[in-house]
């Protein structure tokens, strides 16, 4: 029995062997981990096509940038969205900015819905380690923010700028962390690190930097080189930004290096929108915020060595929605998406043989401004541009032969207009069919308890101001005088239960003892006011005046406790009697699920 057990249990063994070598040799080298290319994906911001010496801008050094266009294909017209969350939306997802909820750039019309599905969720799938470091600006709570929408780790911030690029406060995945230098060399170092933790298997590293949009801070010795040039404050910060950039990158590339991974690493270099002032952009018409040409066209270099040729330049029109099928298709990966896609692999493009004949491609943008206008927009064919501005007057372009759109055409060629002028409305209603409303605030999700409701992020009524006129990212609400004055967040609460209330104010003296109500469903909370609290500004080492509100320390204080029902609804705040205090002001509440 002892024998036959021994040679029943060595059949068992031989053939558990036979069954791992079958499953060994079976298995193609993209079943282990980290044999799929990784990706390393760079996104500025504000800065233009004509922000690079490789684009012949007489001034600015970028020598690192322009190496590594070189090193693979250039995109000579690559087409993105005239602002910032509208191109970080469709970028993720391969889709309109419209399809996905966004539309502008604050009061939660730059929020994207959580049912998009973003590279980074695709990839982990795929078992990639994923990872944002930089301005998400896509929302700011869970789960529309980075890790709700697919990355694993998260350093920067969520809005649409921040106030200070020295020693800033920044968020790592839920908390809110001090960080020490200039906040492009430490969103670079997070990012090396980030590769260094995972250059054994297959990652994502999106480096969405926030320069050079403003305010206009930078170190020292970038700013004065270029200020030494004869620059004024505002292009010499600009410049100097760019410059400081540039040699990041070189960072990021040279660890790339060091780790030995360059060769299994794809590298993309792009820009969200054009230049954030008038400057040098190759002659184009138009910048940051435009659909003319200059708005919308920006630089897209992307390098695998030995898998994507070196030093091409691509005729072929390529967009911001391509990037995911590109991706996607470059690393083998097969998906079905979610949501039917807009965009196209650009992996033909990538490997066309000069001369080849260029096939009719069609660029639509929209500046909407969460609006139900189908202008500003504009259609790019290869041959023309047709916009229809602002006031909604139309003109055409034709961009072979007047590529600087000096000449309008579009009186010579009103039929042809009015062709495209149709074609751009049909598209608009048809991206628009989900709706382009802000999308409520996500309230109660156990992966995050703490919500933040931002002042920008209210309906105010009354005579309520922002401080900073448009309530752009980080700016509070003032002008509280009495009950009439009202600011209204609008929720969708995913956990009914107990909340406790936080609120960011400042207030003074003469607010002793006055009564805030805070209202939700059909809770309401008194909180008396203790009298001076004081949030100081700090510093701001800005080189041009600021178009932002400054940076101040807020105090958090518990207002009390509430109960949310699940779904839809409301939470407001308003004084509960005249107000004599013209110092107070509202930076933003916060709501903490309670035993979850």
Same mark, same amino acid.
């Given at each position: 029995?002892?024998?036959?057990?021994?040679?029943?249990?060595?059949?068992?063994?031989?053939?558990?062997?036979?069954?791992?070598?079958?499953?060994?040799?079976?298995?193609?080298?993209?079943?282990?981990?980290?044999?799929?290319?990784?990706?390393?994906?760079?996104?500025?911001?504000? @800065?233009?096509?004509?922000?690079?010496?490789?684009?012949?801008?007489?001034?600015?050094?970028?020598?690192?940038?322009?190496?590594?266009?070189?090193?693979?294909?250039?995109?000579?017209?690559?087409?993105?969205?005239?602002? =910032?969350?509208?191109?970080?939306?469709?970028? *993720?997802?391969?889709?309109?900015?419209?399809?996905?909820?966004?539309?502008?750039?604050?009061?939660?019309?730059?929020?994207?819905?959580?049912?998009?599905?973003?590279?980074?969720?695709?990839?982990?799938?795929?078992?990639?380690?994923?990872? =944002?470091?930089?301005?998400? !600006?896509?929302?700011?709570?869970?789960?529309?923010?980075?890790?709700? @929408?697919?990355?694993?780790?998260? #350093?920067?911030?969520?809005?649409? !700028?921040?106030?200070?690029?020295?020693?800033?406060?920044? =968020?790592?995945?839920?908390?809110?962390?001090?960080?020490?230098?200039?906040?492009?060399?430490?969103?670079?170092?997070?990012?090396?690190?980030?590769?260094?933790?995972?250059?054994?298997?297959?990652?994502? =590293?999106?480096?969405?930097?926030?320069?050079? !949009?403003?305010?206009?801070?930078?170190?020292?010795?970038?700013?004065?080189?270029?200020?030494?040039?004869? #620059?004024?404050?505002?292009?010499?910060?600009?410049?100097?930004?760019?410059?400081?950039?540039?040699?990041?990158?070189?960072?990021? *590339?040279?660890?790339?290096?060091?780790?030995?991974?360059?060769?299994?690493?794809?590298?993309?270099?792009?820009?969200?929108?054009?230049?954030?002032?008038?400057?040098?952009?190759?002659?184009?018409?138009?910048?940051?915020?435009?659909?003319?040409? /200059?708005?919308?066209?920006?630089?897209?270099?992307?390098?695998?060595?030995?898998?994507?040729? +070196?030093?091409?330049?691509?005729?072929?029109?390529?967009?911001?929605?391509?990037?995911?099928?590109?991706?996607?298709? #470059?690393?083998?990966?097969?998906?079905?998406?979610?949501?039917?896609?807009?965009?196209?692999?650009?992996?033909?493009?990538?490997?066309?043989?000069?001369?080849?004949?260029?096939?009719?491609?069609?660029?639509?943008?929209?500046?909407?401004?969460?609006?139900?206008?189908?202008?500003?927009?504009?259609?790019?064919?290869?041959?023309?541009?047709?916009?229809?501005?602002?006031?909604?007057?139309?003109?055409?372009?034709?961009?072979?032969?007047?590529?600087?759109?000096? +000449?309008?055409?579009?009186?010579?060629?009103?039929?042809?207009?009015?062709?495209?002028?149709?074609?751009? *409305?049909?598209?608009?209603?048809?991206?628009?069919?989900?709706?382009?409303?802000?999308?409520?605030?996500?309230?109660?999700?156990?992966?995050?308890?703490?919500?933040?409701?931002?002042?920008?992020?209210?309906?105010?009524?009354?005579?309520?101001?922002?401080? /900073?006129?448009?309530?752009?990212?980080?700016?509070?609400?003032?002008?509280?005088?009495?009950?009439?004055?009202?600011?209204?967040?609008?929720?969708?609460?995913?956990?009914?239960?107990?909340?406790?209330?936080?609120?960011?104010?400042?207030?003074?003296?003469?607010?002793? /003892?006055?009564?805030?109500?805070?209202?939700?469903?059909?809770?309401?909370?008194?909180?008396?006011?203790?009298?001076?609290?004081?949030?100081?500004?700090?510093?701001?080492?800005?080189?041009?005046?600021?178009? +932002?509100?400054? +940076?101040?320390?807020?105090?958090?204080?518990?207002?009390?406790?509430?109960?949310?029902?699940?779904? *839809?609804?409301?939470?407001?705040?308003?004084?509960?009697?005249?107000?004599?205090?013209?110092?107070?002001?509202?930076?933003?509440?916060?709501?903490?699920?309670?035993?979850?």
């Amino acid at each position: 029995m002892k024998l036959k057990s021994s040679a029943l249990q060595a059949g068992k063994f031989l053939f558990l062997v036979f069954i791992l070598l079958q499953y060994s040799c079976n298995k193609t080298p993209s079943d282990e981990p980290g044999t799929k290319p990784n990706i390393l994906l760079i996104l500025t911001d504000d @800065q233009g096509w004509g922000d690079l010496g490789l684009h012949g801008n007489p001034v600015l050094e970028t020598p690192n940038i322009d190496k590594l266009g070189m090193q693979g294909v250039r995109f000579d017209r690559f087409y993105v969205s005239p602002l =910032c969350a509208p191109t970080r939306a469709s970028l *993720l997802t391969g889709r309109y900015h419209l399809r996905t909820g966004t539309s502008w750039v604050t009061h939660r019309k730059e929020v994207m819905r959580s049912e998009e599905k973003t590279i980074a969720e695709y990839l982990r799938e795929a078992g990639y380690k994923t990872g =944002c470091f930089g301005k998400w !600006h896509n929302g700011e709570q869970y789960p529309n923010d980075p890790l709700g @929408q697919g990355f694993d780790e998260f #350093l920067g911030f969520k809005g649409g !700028h921040l106030n200070n690029y020295f020693d800033s406060d920044l =968020c790592h995945n839920n908390e809110i962390v001090k960080t020490s230098g200039y906040i492009t060399d430490v969103l670079t170092n997070a990012a090396i690190n980030f590769i260094g933790e995972n250059q054994e298997r297959s990652f994502f =590293c999106y480096v969405p930097y926030n320069a050079p !949009h403003s305010p206009f801070q930078v170190p020292d010795a970038f700013f004065e080189k270029y200020k030494s040039m004869g #620059l004024d404050d505002r292009d010499a910060s600009v410049y100097g930004m760019v410059e400081n950039l540039d040699l990041n990158i070189a960072r990021l *590339l040279s660890a790339l290096d060091s780790f030995q991974i360059t060769e299994k690493t794809i590298v993309i270099f792009m820009t969200d929108n054009g230049p954030n002032g008038s400057r040098y952009n190759g002659d184009m018409k138009g910048i940051k915020g435009s659909v003319d040409e /200059g708005g919308i066209r920006v630089p897209f270099f992307i390098r695998w060595p030995g898998k994507i040729q +070196e030093g091409i330049l691509v005729k072929e029109a390529g967009r911001h929605i391509d990037i995911l099928p590109t991706i996607m298709e #470059l690393c083998d990966i097969k998906y079905t998406p979610v949501n039917p896609l807009d965009g196209r692999s650009l992996i033909a493009d990538l490997n066309r043989p000069a001369g080849q004949e260029i096939r009719t491609n069609i660029i639509y943008s929209i500046q909407n401004n969460g609006e139900e206008n189908y202008y500003p927009s504009s259609i790019r064919t290869p041959e023309y541009l047709y916009v229809i501005d602002q006031s909604r007057q139309a003109h055409l372009y034709d961009m072979i032969n007047d590529p600087g759109q000096k +000449e309008d055409m579009v009186e010579k060629h009103i039929q042809f207009g009015d062709s495209l002028d149709s074609v751009l *409305l049909k598209w608009f209603n048809e991206i628009k069919t989900n709706g382009i409303d802000p999308l409520p605030i996500p309230v109660g999700y156990p992966e995050n308890p703490l919500t933040q409701l931002p002042s920008p992020e209210s309906k105010i009524s009354g005579g309520l101001q922002f401080a /900073g006129k448009m309530g752009w990212a980080n700016d509070w609400i003032i002008n509280w005088k009495n009950s009439a004055d009202k600011a209204v967040w609008e929720m969708d609460v995913n956990t009914q239960g107990t909340y406790e209330v936080f609120m960011e104010y400042s207030s003074g003296k003469a607010s002793a /003892g006055k009564k805030i109500t805070v209202s939700s469903g059909s809770g309401k909370l008194e909180y008396s006011l203790s009298g001076e609290v004081i949030a100081p500004y700090i510093e701001s080492p800005d080189r041009v005046k600021r178009a +932002e509100v400054y +940076e101040r320390r807020w105090e958090r204080v518990p207002v009390g406790e509430t109960i949310l029902e699940k779904g *839809l609804q409301e939470l407001s705040v308003q004084p509960a009697e005249v107000m004599d205090d013209t110092a107070f002001s509202v930076k933003a509440v916060y709501l903490e699920l309670k035993n979850h």
